[in-house]
């Protein structure tokens, strides 16, 4: 998946572009790369911690994670349910309250 301001059209100076891996693997990571002169920003998470980030990024009233997928554009997997599951839960938890 891709997202960010970039995607979107309307970048400024420090933009970079959002690129969301989600895999069934035990792992995170996140990787500030360049390509082709493109400031990209990776983040590599298996599903269980993206609900993890969206729990607690509701929490601090700051959903980064959701706003990144329920905005960014699937590239590859679309059909996967787990992950219609995993956007749809996005879209929901942008509209909740913190705390």
Do not use: W
Request: aromatic share 10%; glycine share 8%.
């Amino acid at each position: 998946m891709v997202s960010g301001s970039i995607l979107r059209g309307n970048p400024d100076r420090n933009s970079d572009l959002d690129i969301y891996v989600i895999h069934r693997q035990p792992f995170r990571r996140r990787i500030q790369k360049y390509f082709i002169g493109v400031p990209c920003e990776l983040f590599l998470n298996n599903f269980a911690q993206v609900y993890q980030y969206f729990e607690q990024e509701c929490k601090d009233n700051r959903p980064v994670t959701a706003h990144m997928l329920a905005s960014g554009q699937v590239i590859r997997g679309a059909g996967d349910p787990e992950l219609q599951e995993l956007i749809h839960a996005a879209h929901g938890f942008l509209t909740r309250s913190p705390g």
